[in-house]
């Protein structure tokens, strides 16, 4: 497939438990994304990696939230003791880097649900 | 108050008519400016972008920029039941290179036949 993957497309765990979340981009992409949404909200920016770095996190909520991508391609978003609050949507995009004027392609997202 | 705002609706409009959906935001650098669709279960998907003020049109969507008013709108005409779906602006700045676009909420919109 030419899109963004994302898996698992649904995750049920127990509050304090740790969850990973794993992005596989369009290939060639070298700018990856994760965002949040909530039932009703717009995505809400996590953290932007271009290449292997983490060239901003700013949108991190805490540090249970962490998030990698080792080889410049997949990505896995790691949630540590889970609470209740974190169920949401966690979609991830690629952009071209250098042609990047917010042309991000999402996956369908991994939808969390902590009870 | 967030940087962008949209109202959620629901916008519930007949088959054929010419659908307006806006946000207004408050962070008066923000340079690019977009639209993306998302039906249910779905990723977002963009459907237009545009850069600084001005229209742009791309089929039966016309996309409006209004930076003296910090107002954007997004215009389908003849609309369809498959234009059903959530409609989220976007806009970024251009610093850095980073371009991380911030959302509104989303309009959801309504075409019966």
């Known amino acids: 497939g030419a899109g963004v993957s994302q898996t698992p497309s649904n995750k049920v765990t127990e509050k304090g438990k740790y969850v990973e979340l794993r992005c596989d981009p369009i290939?060639?992409?070298?700018?990856l994304y994760w965002y949040r949404q909530s039932l009703g909200q717009g995505p809400e920016f996590l953290i932007y990696?271009?290449?292997?770095?983490?060239?901003?996190d700013s949108g991190l909520p805490n540090d249970r939230f962490f998030a990698v991508r080792p080889e410049g391609s997949v990505s896995t978003l790691k949630i540590q003791r889970t609470e209740r609050g974190d169920s949401a949507v966690y979609l991830c995009?690629?952009?071209?880097?250098?042609?990047?004027?917010?042309?991000?392609?999402f996956g369908e997202g991994s939808r969390l649900t902590v009870l | 108050q967030k940087e962008v705002e949209q109202d959620p609706g629901p916008l519930s409009v007949p088959e054929g008519a010419i659908v307006s959906l806006n946000c207004t935001y408050s962070?008066?650098?923000?340079?690019?400016f977009m639209w993306y669709r998302q039906y249910s279960r779905k990723g977002p998907e963009l459907l237009m972008y545009?850069?600084?003020?001005g229209n742009k049109e791309d089929g039966r969507f016309t996309a409006q920029v209004d930076k003296s008013s910090k107002y954007i709108s997004l215009f389908i005409r003849d609309s369809q039941p498959s234009d059903s779906a959530t409609y989220l602006c976007?806009?970024?700045?251009?610093?850095?290179?980073?371009?991380?676009?911030?959302f509104g909420r989303g309009t959801s919109l309504i075409v019966h036949p």
């Open positions: 995009a690629s952009s071209l880097s250098l042609a990047n004027t917010g042309e991000l392609f």
């Open positions: 290939s060639g992409h070298t700018a």
């Open positions: 990696f271009q290449g292997t770095g983490a060239a901003d």
């Open positions: 962070n008066s650098a923000f340079q690019y």
């Open positions: 545009t850069y600084s003020s």
């Open positions: 976007a806009m970024s700045l251009a610093s850095g290179g980073s371009y991380i676009p911030t």
